[in-house]
Nanobody, 116 residues
Framework: QVQLVESGGGLVQPGGSLRLSCAAS????????MGWYRQAPGKQRELVAL???????RYTDAVKGRFTISSDFAKNTVSLQMNSLKSEDTAVYYC??????????WGQGTQVTVSS
């Protein structure tokens, strides 16, 4: 069984920064990709950023130039540095892992609120 545990959410003012971290644990697994999704109230869950095992990154247009994803596939960790935060970034952020031979796993979610 694979478990993903997120940390680092919270309340921040517009223009501020937060760093989200996620660690995946379990026995004998590897991930093809890890990333972050978010879901705002009344909206569908959307991809924020993804990194593959080949360290190819992908970002949704709304966060390009502001967010940076990083990962260590040997340790099964992924982080998201979020700068220049806007009110529209407010959402629950979910860690994601595409586990080899198994499929998608999700964290429990961490709230990010951008407000003055």
């Amino acid at each position: 069984q694979v478990q993903l545990v997120e940390s680092g959410g919270g309340l921040v003012q517009p223009g501020g920064s937060l760093r989200l971290s996620c660690a995946a644990s379990g026995a004998g697994f590897s991930s093809n990709a890890m990333g972050w999704y978010r879901q705002a109230p009344g909206k569908q869950r959307e991809l924020v950023a993804l990194v593959t095992r080949a360290y190819i990154t992908r970002y949704t247009d709304a966060v390009k130039g502001r967010f940076t994803i990083s990962s260590d596939f040997a340790k099964n960790t992924v982080s998201l540095q979020m700068n220049s935060l806007k009110s529209e970034d407010t959402a629950v952020y979910y860690c994601y892992a595409d586990v080899t031979g198994v499929g998608a796993y999700w964290g429990q979610g961490t709230q990010v609120t951008v407000s003055s």
